[in-house]
Structure formats: structure tokens, C-alpha cells
């Protein structure tokens, strides 16, 4: 099968295949990233001879920096949704969680937001211990964790820790994120690339329907349904177009939110210095 993508490569071997996210300075989830990665996952889903998937970054300080606030003010004015049905970025994590094959997160640089959340859906995480960086900055801004944050990061890490990440604001370094349960492991950062590709090929040369089946099981322990991102979203919704957010987003950007040289360090600085807001 052939994999071409503005935002992404593909290397396909031996039922074992890498995603890499190329996408500007920060790998920002914007709306090329996010078409690219539901047609990846389709297309893999389809393909039975892959076995398990990498995610990966091609930008060495970033897997994925957040959501586009310029998408999220765009999505503020549309129709107010449900409350039953998820948002088009739950589904994509939902079609990633229930892919067939088995996924593993690899994280050598900054996953905020969105790209933490991309993160969750996934199988494993095990992130490099002087380089990752995983957070939930969105209460800063003035929104929840909308595509998964609240509803996943309570089950993995339990509820007093999860409040800590959702409502703290700052970002853990991976050895704080193995001992909270965030990612499966710290690992040193020039070992990464091998324990990860070493644990694909291993679980890559079971057989698929066992591998499989203990996914499909797991996932349904999980208990996690679809009405849950419905509501996930419509209180992100409710908390993106409450009067005054559009200023704050634009105050945000204005702050250099989205560039590259205010991402690759302590967020706070963007967001600490905006306005105080009931």
C-alpha cells in the first residue's frame, strides 16, 4: 500500500510501521495535520500486514505542540453541538485507540495539548528523560482539554494527578510522567530509538488475531463511550465561545503562542501574563 502525505512519512517493514510528523517549526495540529493523520490511520487500518505502529517525530524538538487556537476560535463559531456526539479530533483518537494494530507513542521533544492527547489514544507512550515534555495547558487559556484530556488522563493516572496536570498548566518532564503514569517509561535519550524499535519488531513478529483480540478486550474494559466525548466536547465548546475567549486566544497568539521560539520553552510565559478572567 502507498503512503503519501503532506504532513507525514511512512516506512513500512516487516508488519512494523513509523509515521513521522513533519509539520512547520512546532508540528502544530492543524487542519493539514489532522486530514493527513485520519487518512494514515484509515489506510492502516485497512492494511493487514502491518501489525503495530510508531508515531514519531521528524522535528527533534517537538511531537506535536498543541491544537491551532486559530482552528479553535474558527471552531467557536460554529453550531453548538450535542453533547452526545464527538468532535471530528475525538474521532480521530477513537480511530487511532481501536486501530487493529497495536500503536506506541515515541516522544523525544515538547506534546502539549492536542499532541498529549494524541498520546493518550495511543497503545504505549515512552518518552526520552532530557528532551519530552507532555501538558495540558488549556485551562490557561481559558478552555478544558476537549479531545480527550478529561475524559482519558483520569483513568490512566487516577483523579488527584490528572487534576494536577488539567489544572496546572505546566509541563512534566518524562520521569515525573512515568511516576504519574502518563507514559510507560523514561528512557535515556540515546536509547529511545532502539527500546522502542526493539519492542515494535518483538510484538511485531506475534501473531496478529492474539494481538488483536487482547487489544479489542482491553479497550472494552476501558470503558470509555462515545456519549463521553460528547460531552467532553460540548463543555470545551461552551468554554471556547464564553464571552471574551476570543480576545484571550488572540491575546495568546499575540503573546507568541505558536512560534517557535516561545514553545520550545516554559509556556507559562505566554500564558501566566494574561488577564485575570472569572
Known sequence: MSYEFQTLSVDSQDALATV???????????????????????QISEDNTIKVV???????????????????????????????????????????????????????????GGGSELLLAMDMRFAAKNK???????????????????????????????????????DFDAE???RYGYINRAIDDSELDNFVDTLGKRIAHYPAHA??????????????QPQDFGREY????????????????QQALDNGLQTFEKEVDD???????????N
Open 20 to 42: 513521522s510528523i513533519k509539520n512547520g517549526d512546532i508540528n502544530l495540529l492543524d487542519a493539514p495535520l489532522i486530514k493527513d493523520l485520519y487518512k494514515c490511520c484509515k
Open 54 to 112: 510508531i508515531f514519531q517525530s521528524a522535528n527533534p524538538e517537538f511531537f506535536v505542540a498543541h491544537a491551532d487556537v486559530n482552528m479553535i476560535m474558527a471552531a467557536a463559531q460554529t453550531p453548538q453541538p450535542d453533547g452526545q456526539t464527538p468532535s471530528m479530533l475525538q474521532s480521530l483518537y477513537e480511530l487511532i485507540r481501536n486501530l487493529p494494530q497495536v500503536t506506541i507513542g515515541k516522544i523525544a521533544g515538547v506534546a502539549r
Open 132 to 170: 519530552a515534555r507532555l501538558g495540558q495547558p488549556e485551562v490557561a487559556l481559558g478552555l478544558i482539554a476537549g479531545a480527550g484530556g478529561c475524559t482519558r488522563l483520569p483513568k490512566l493516572m487516577g483523579r488527584g494527578r490528572a487534576m494536577e496536570v488539567l489544572l496546572g498548566c505546566e
Open 176 to 178: 515525573l510522567a512515568e
Open 211 to 224: 494481538l488483536q483480540a487482547t487489544k479489542a478486550l482491553v479497550n472494552e474494559m476501558e470503558q470509555i
Open 234 to 249: 460540548g463543555q470545551f465548546y461552551a468554554t471556547a465561545t464564553k464571552n471574551g475567549m476570543a480576545e484571550r486566544m
Open 267 to 277: 509556556l507559562a510565559k505566554v500564558t501566566d501574563p494574561l488577564p485575570y478572567m
